[in-house]
């Protein structure tokens, strides 16, 4: 059951990390979650320790959590686009 909740929250978080960063038209269901599991990941790695928090990946489902993970996909997603807009110059 927590794989199920972990999924879903990771495309919840993906989906809106998009629609900041303004790529939800290029990305379907499958990539949003990839983004909110993976940026969570990055997030715990960057951000977690300075602010003494966990993320989903970590089964932490607190609210700062939820917002180290978020902060997280919007990284990756920044990096993406870095990376997106060197290879079509």
Do not use: C, E
């Not at 794989?3 to 998009?18: D, K, M, N, P, T």
């Not at 989903?56 to 997106?84: E, M, P, Q, T, Y």
């Amino acid at each position: 059951m927590n794989f199920i909740v972990w999924v879903v929250v990771g495309g919840i978080i993906g989906w809106l990390a998009s629609i900041v960063m303004k790529t939800n038209a290029q990305q379907g269901l499958f990539l949003n979650i990839i983004v909110g599991v993976v940026g969570a990941f990055l997030g715990g790695l960057l951000l977690a320790p300075l602010f003494g928090t966990g993320t989903i990946n970590s089964d932490d489902f607190s609210l700062s959590g939820l917002i180290v993970s978020f902060i997280g996909a919007i990284i990756l997603l920044a990096i993406v686009n870095l990376f997106r807009r060197k290879s079509t110059t």
